[in-house]
């Protein structure tokens, strides 16, 4: 299954990119807040909690409800910044903590939170005015989600952090805490189960029924990480 981008296509920058304007190190900041600067954990928070907002918003509808799973994120964070390996990438360990706490929160409830991938979470904007029919957009997202509730949780985890949110394979064997080889075959065993379930849903549509094409399907199957 090539990467489908016309789901809820975004840029969005690698945990491992540089900061901004070749600004203080992660770890330089974190070796800061354990000795007692709060303005560099107030660094920290300014330079994740957009990204952490965007990815607890795939899970969650509610934007005052991510709100509050993102500070008790940093909190978490914050309480347990002693417990951080400084060998490893700070970025994945906050995502680690956040998602688990999406996670948690959902399964508590016993609510199937993935028919939530494609809310206004990502964007607000209305369709594109210069599109054909924007209902065909609308008719794409709802058959993603339907597609996406018959996968297993640890499959539609990896695919979402990786073919949603953009997260590298290598970003997210570290968030999930799991070896690269098993979110490389999580998210192949993803992709099929994907690719699989929407044929059949395709199949059994109605004559007369718009036919959507497999998201991505106009690209190259190959995914190359970054």
Known sequence: MARPHTM???DTQSLESPPPGGGVSD???VEAVRKGDHDAFGELVKRYEGRLMSVLLRFVRDRELARDLSQETFLRVYERIEQ????RRFGPWLFRIGVNLGLDYMRKRKRRLWPLLFSESRSETPPDPSSSDPRQQLDLEQEVRHVLEGIPEHYRTVLVLR???NFSTSEIAAILNRKEATIRWRLAEARTKFKQIWTRR???RKPGD???PLPGSEESDHDVDE
């Open 8 to 10: 809820s296509e975004i």
């Open 27 to 29: 770890a330089r900041l």
């Open 84 to 87: 951080f390996d400084p060998s």
């Open 163 to 165: 073919d949603l949110e």
């Open 202 to 204: 395709q199949a059994e």
């Open 210 to 212: 718009l036919v959507i």
